[in-house]
């Protein structure tokens, strides 16, 4: 089996093979991509109970389909740390911030923080040491935990304390992990960058520890490849990168997606909206211009802002399995899963059994699917009339999500001034469906919005297909203070002197890029086409004179799918 993928650009090397896993809510899928082509695409049923057991159970079936082990690289979407934060099962962490002067953030963080004393200013400059005594306090107040967290308001602009604070942390108590505000995130926002090294401690055990067992059981079926973790704006890590940074690895689900619909779909420049239905939810992705919109405030993790950055996406409870039921006289699609479709053996009735009893898709057993519509029909009302209606209701659940996506976008502020003056309403264009549940809801969908669609072929496994060809991406934030003579890069933990001559904000992005290609060579990432992800300039004036600037630029390999030569990465 072959297929061509209209989007995906082959490297030099027929030979070369990637493979993509997504691990679903509802199912695993597995994909192999060789010079430009599907080779190999394998489903089965996710075990929640044990992850591995459905990864293995693909990968197997792939390496017998195609008769080699021998991947260029292995990509993972996987739930692990969503799942662990939506079902609670997450470490107690000991939250530890040195927030000085100003706005109390206590109240508003995911737990209640031990606050230490010690503080940088906004510009980088250490006005208050913290103490030694204090954090002993601290640790002996944490006495049960044994993941920290050590947070600085400014550390970006400084590392100096958080580093001193982690060192003492680490020579008393030794814990397993230890998460610094700083290197987790690089944005300037204190709370958000404190909500990211939170999420990423509280995540940390379980993610390495899957990490472990997926290394473990490749070495044990002889597939020797990288490994990469896709991440939520949609470029990967190296596994061993993520495993310090696993909250990076959150929303992995509706990047593959999205990234796979950006790599079937090729360079049509669509502004409207991607659609991935599966069986558990509906992933609806914003598109501008060809390219997916990235969401400005940061990825929300519980309700709480941080500063992982991912696409503007919205997820509905509505798959092609949601359970379809009566509450209080009210139909009610979604958002519980109770198994698979009647009308493919499953105990209950759901979206699926709907759409074959009203004739939209071939299905399963349709005898099934028309029983599962006379269970929930009202007196009087046919098995397809019934049909209609939870059809209907799960087409209006879905455009009332797309509406509050839109609404978001649009009320989303303004920071800069060429935003406001160049501001452009989005438009909403056309649908692109993926997911299996695509065929049957977006013609539906899109008739209802008056706009047009597309189905890519191979669109079930739009997800697989994204993680195989996603681009490995990494991130920088430069900082430079030209008044005080030097620029911090907080990922990498440095403050350096500034070189001489000319501080220009070229020259800031040039240095920025240095940076990176050092950091993404450490990491055996291919530094490729690059892109500003931030950019700010503001003068320091003291007495009616400027006295320097201060200059922030971000910089990260651009995410997107990967491109001729790119496969030599490792």
Same mark, same amino acid.
């Given at each position: 089996m072959e297929?061509?993928?209209?989007?995906?650009?082959?490297?030099?090397?027929?030979?070369?093979?990637?493979?993509?896993?997504?691990?679903?809510?509802?199912?695993?899928?597995?994909?192999?991509?060789?010079?430009?082509?599907?080779?190999?695409?394998?489903?089965?049923?996710?075990?929640?109970?044990?992850?591995?057991? /459905?990864?293995?159970?693909?990968?197997?079936?792939?390496?017998?389909?195609?008769?080699?082990?021998?991947?260029?690289?292995i990509v993972l979407s996987t739930t692990i740390v969503t799942n662990a934060i939506v079902e609670g099962k997450i470490d107690q962490v000991a939250l530890c911030i040195m927030p000085g002067p100003g706005m109390n953030i206590a109240d508003i963080l995911p737990v209640e923080p031990y606050i230490l004393s010690?503080?940088?200013?906004?510009?980088?400059?250490?006005?208050?040491?913290?103490?030694?005594?204090?954090?002993?306090?601290?640790?002996?107040?944490?006495?049960? /935990?044994?993941?920290?967290?050590?947070?600085?308001?400014?550390?970006?602009r400084n590392p100096n304390f958080e580093s001193a604070v982690a060192d003492w942390i680490q020579e008393k108590v030794s814990p397993?992990?230890? $998460?610094?505000?700083?290197?987790?995130?690089?944005?300037?926002?204190?709370l958000r960058r404190t909500n990211s090294a939170y999420y990423n401690a509280a995540v940390w055990r379980r993610f390495n520890a899957f990490a472990t067992a997926v290394e473990e059981a490749l070495t044990i079926r002889g597939v020797y490849s990288p490994v990469?973790?896709?991440? *939520?704006?949609?470029?990967?890590?190296?596994? #061993?990168?993520?495993?310090? /940074?696993?909250?990076? +690895?959150?929303?992995?689900?509706?990047?593959? #997606?999205?990234?796979?619909?950006?790599?079937?779909?090729?360079?049509?420049a669509v502004s409207g909206i991607s659609l991935d239905i599966g069986g558990t939810t509906t992933d609806i992705a914003l598109w501008q211009k060809g390219r997916p919109a990235l969401a400005k405030e940061g990825a929300a993790v519980a309700g709480h802002r941080t500063?992982?950055?991912?696409?503007?996406?919205?997820?509905?409870?509505?798959?092609?399995?949601?359970?379809?039921?009566?509450?209080?006289?009210?139909?009610?699609?979604?958002?519980?899963?109770?198994?698979? +479709?009647?009308? +493919?053996?499953?105990?209950?009735?759901?979206?699926?059994?709907a759409m074959v009893a009203a004739g939209f898709i071939d299905f399963g057993d349709r005898a099934l699917a028309v029983k599962a519509m006379k269970q929930l029909a009202l007196q009087g009302q046919s098995p397809e009339e019934m049909a209609s209606q939870v059809v209907d209701k799960a087409v209006n659940d879905i455009c009332q999500a797309i509406a509050d996506l839109l609404d978001e976008q649009a009320a989303e502020p303004l920071y800069h001034v060429e935003e406001i003056v160049y501001e452009r309403k989005f438009v909403l264009e056309t649908i692109i469906g993926v997911g299996g549940g695509a +065929?049957?809801?977006?013609?539906?969908?899109?008739?209802?919005?008056?706009?047009?669609?597309?189905?890519?072929?191979?669109g079930k496994v739009a997800n697989a297909f994204g993680a195989a060809v996603a681009r490995p991406t990494i991130a920088i934030t430069l900082r430079a203070d030209t008044a005080e003579g030097y620029y911090t890069v907080p990922e990498l933990g440095i403050k350096n002197r500034l070189p001489r001559?000319? #501080?220009?904000?070229?020259?800031?992005?040039?240095?920025?890029?240095?940076?990176?290609?050092?950091?993404?060579?450490?990491?055996?990432?291919? *530094?490729?086409?690059?892109?500003?992800?931030?950019?700010?300039?503001?003068?320091?004036?003291?007495?009616?004179? $400027?006295?320097?600037?201060?200059?922030?630029?971000?910089?990260?390999?651009?995410?997107?799918?990967?491109?001729?030569?790119?496969?030599?990465? /490792?």
């Open positions: 297929q061509s993928v209209v989007g995906f650009i082959p490297g030099k090397r027929g030979d070369n093979m990637f493979l993509g896993l997504d691990v679903g809510g509802t199912f695993t899928d597995g994909v192999v991509v060789a010079d430009g082509k599907i080779v190999s695409m394998v489903k089965a049923p996710t075990t929640n109970e044990n992850l591995l057991r /459905c990864i293995l159970t693909v990968v197997d079936k792939m390496v017998e389909d195609i008769g080699s082990k021998a991947f260029e690289r010690g503080y940088i200013d906004h510009r980088g400059r250490e006005m208050a040491q913290p103490s030694k005594e204090e954090v002993l306090s601290a640790c002996r107040h944490f006495a049960s /935990c044994d993941v920290f967290v050590v947070s600085g308001k400014f550390a970006v397993m992990h230890i $998460s610094r505000g700083g290197k987790v995130s690089g944005t300037l926002n204190f990469f973790v896709l991440k *939520a704006d949609g470029g990967t890590l190296p596994l #061993s990168v993520a495993r310090n /940074c696993p909250i990076e +690895a959150i929303f992995t689900g509706p990047a593959a #997606s999205t990234i796979g619909v950006m790599g079937m779909n090729g360079d049509a500063g992982v950055q991912g696409f503007r996406l919205k997820s509905a409870g509505i798959g092609g399995d949601s359970l379809v039921f009566w509450e209080n006289h009210v139909l009610k699609v979604g958002p519980m899963r109770h198994g698979p +479709a009647m009308a +493919a053996g499953g105990p209950k009735p759901t979206v699926t059994d +065929a049957g809801l977006v013609p539906l969908i899109a008739k209802k919005l008056g706009i047009s669609y597309t189905l890519p072929e191979n001559g000319n #501080s220009s904000l070229q020259n800031m992005y040039e240095l920025a890029e240095k940076h990176l290609a050092e950091l993404a060579q450490r990491n055996s990432i291919f *530094a490729g086409e690059t892109q500003i992800v931030q950019s700010e300039e503001f003068n320091m004036v003291r007495g009616f004179t $400027s006295v320097g600037k201060i200059m922030t630029c971000r910089l990260q390999i651009k995410p997107g799918v990967l491109q001729y030569g790119e496969e030599e990465l /490792c």
